[in-house]
């Protein structure tokens, strides 16, 4: 399996790219919002002869969906996630306005709805949907278990967990199912975070301050 990051918008969200030998591939947290970002994401797929089967995002923060309406009217696939986040998604001029943002675009209703458990297939691989809220009550990470890969939105980073200051956050949650769905892979697990740079679960069960 194939990874490619684009790293898109002003706050540096992570969207990533998976394809395997049969062409399919799987978009995860377009966050695309500049012209420039969303032609190198389209010239990459069709350079590369990929087929876009799905489209993930592990929340609905602003950041993570700027791109949704993009995906939509480029590849006719709709958005897949947990409609919890969904208030997020449909007030996005305003929420991103308190950030000092002005945002136009109206983001696209949601496709399938994913809940913990539910799988995603492409080509030879499975992605597994890993409910882990906290950061946002729909927060979704995705494993792939054959590759031991895991893309764990803005659940987890490198030596830190996600922000739990908002008002639909909950750390103690966050916490508690960090350790007890993600701690839990194997320590060989590479994690593909929604900021910053790759760790793995090993790196984290023996480093990361806030989970001791």
Known sequence: ?????????????????????????????????????????????ARNGLTLKHYLNTHLHFDHIFGNAFVEDTFGIKAEANDADWPWAANIKERVAMFGIKYEEEVPALGRILCDGDEITFGTHRIVAIAVPGHSP???????????????????????????????????????????????????TTVYPGHDRETTIGFEKAYNMYLR
């Not at 990874?3 to 978009?27: G, H, M, R």
């Open 1 to 45: 399996m194939e990874i490619k990051t684009f790293v898109v918008n002003p706050i540096q969200v992570n969207c990533y790219l998976l394809w395997d030998e049969s062409k399919e591939a799987v978009l995860i947290d377009c966050g695309a919002w500049f012209p420039k970002e969303r032609e190198e994401i389209k010239e990459f797929i």
């Open 138 to 188: 729909g927060s979704l990470c995705y494993h792939i278990p054959e590759e031991k890969v895991l893309f764990s939105g803005d659940a987890l980073f490198h030596g830190s967990i996600g922000r739990t200051d908002f008002p639909d956050s909950d750390h103690y949650r966050l916490i508690t199912t960090i350790r007890e769905k993600l701690l839990t892979l194997p320590e060989e």
